[in-house]
């Protein structure tokens, strides 16, 4: 296997793989540079995927040490029961933070979609759709 013979950020040769005869890595070759930004601007739009489920885990371990507090007599019901609550929206609103993310995303896609099927249908002839009515 040949090595990447791009430069890195640090000046540094790469350590790839080249992926053809160009001598390239997949982030090096600048057939893929358009790849590689929309990777990365998905990327920024999602916020990382596992951050909801860290977010979930923790508020998980909470309500469970909350819990156990109760159940030990170390916490308060009433404060206890407010703080579930509390909680209990913030779980919510990830939620619906994760819904309206997911919505973007198709929203784009179908965009995306859209736009390259408008492209490809631009050369077609203009009489009527595609079934002849």
């Known amino acids: 296997m040949a090595t ?3 430069i890195t950020r640090t000046g540094k040769r790469c350590k790839g793989v080249a ?3 160009s001598g390239l890595c997949y ?3 600048p ?3 358009e ?3 929309r ?3 998905k990327g920024g739009h999602r916020g990382g995927r596992g951050r909801p489920q860290a977010e979930l885990s923790d508020i998980k371990r909470r309500l469970s040490d909350l819990a156990d507090d109760v159940l030990e007599g170390r916490q308060d ?3 206890a029961a407010v703080a579930s ?3 209990n929206v913030y779980l919510r609103a990830i939620s619906v933070e994760l819904k309206v993310r997911e919505q973007t995303e198709i929203i784009e896609r179908l965009e995306a979609l859209e736009a390259s099927s408008s492209g490809a249908s631009s050369g077609a002839s203009r009489g009527g759709n595609r079934w002849g009515a």
């Open 77 to 79: 019901k009433g404060v």
């Open 4 to 6: 990447c013979t791009g």
């Open 35 to 37: 790849d590689r930004r």
């Open 39 to 41: 990777a990365a601007r």
């Open 19 to 21: 992926i053809d005869s």
């Open 85 to 87: 609550q509390v909680l």
């Open 27 to 29: 982030a090096h070759h």
């Open 31 to 33: 057939d893929h540079a």
